[in-house]
T-cell receptor
Framework: DVKVTQSSRYLVKRTGEKVFLECVQD?????MFWYRQDPGLGLRLIYF???????EKGDIPEGYSVSREKKERFSLILESASTNQTSMYLC????????????FGDGTRLSIL | GDSVTQMEGPVTLSEEAFLTINCTYT??????LFWYVQYPGEGLQLLLK?????DKGSNKGFEATYRKETTSFHLEKGSVQVSDSAVYFC??????????FGTGTRLQVFP
């Protein structure tokens, strides 16, 4: 089975802190994704990476950056956390082929105080 | 633009009732379609998928048929269980690698 592991299930940080969310997948997938999930809004794509050191902005990239130095690892960075970034963050991975499903981690519930 | 629309929840059913969760999409061409399920405190799990018109995806008693003529992919199950209580997301593929998700439908099943 595909395993996508997010480093923390729950995280509490303070406004202005730099926050790192880590994600690792074990299936040699080319693609990796970061979403945030908010009630009534579903999942919104923050950033997408299709290869090492390659990234593409999603629908809501403002206030976030990403890093992909190795194929299996994709990091989401909140440069200066703000309270409106309190959310559930989901990482996913997939093969780079048409119609492939994405496989998700268990999510990180991040609270910014 | 491209979108996925799901019926709003919550959907509340008694155990063994029949389930339908509606999903419609906008698209050009024939995008792959998916249903995901999210149990409390967990990430999304792929429930089923269909890749072309008239395909039927099925898993764990759930089914959905890719209807090109009505641009729909409704999720059905003949007899729900309490353990099916979760949030269900419909999604369609776009730009090869990405997915567009609906806003999710919460299902609550009572004994």
């Amino acid at each position: 089975d595909v395993k996508v592991t997010q480093s923390s299930r729950y995280l509490v940080k303070r406004t202005g802190e730099k926050v790192f969310l880590e994600c690792v997948q074990d299936m040699d997938h080319e693609n990796m994704f970061w979403y945030r999930q908010d009630p009534g809004l579903g999942l919104r794509l923050i950033y997408f990476s299709y290869d090492v050191k390659m990234k593409e902005k999603g629908d809501i990239p403002e206030g976030y950056s990403v890093s992909r130095e190795k194929k299996e690892r994709f990091s989401l960075i909140l440069e200066s956390a703000s309270t409106n970034q309190t959310s559930m963050y989901l990482c996913a991975s997939s093969y780079h082929r048409t119609g492939q499903p994405q496989h998700f981690g268990d999510g990180t519930r991040l609270s910014i105080l | 633009g491209d979108s996925v629309t799901q019926m709003e929840g919550p959907v509340t059913l008694s155990e063994e009732a029949f389930l339908t969760i509606n999903c419609t999409y906008t698209a050009t061409g024939y995008p792959s379609l998916f249903w995901y399920v999210q149990y409390p405190g967990e990430g999304l799990q792929l429930l089923l998928k269909a890749t072309k018109a008239d395909d039927k995806g099925s898993n764990k008693g759930f089914e959905a048929t890719y209807r090109k003529e009505t641009t729909s992919f409704h999720l059905e199950k003949g007899s729900v269980q309490v353990s099916d209580s979760a949030v269900y997301f419909c999604a369609r593929a776009y730009n090869t690698d990405k997915l567009i998700f609906g806003t999710g439908t919460r299902l609550q099943v009572f004994p």
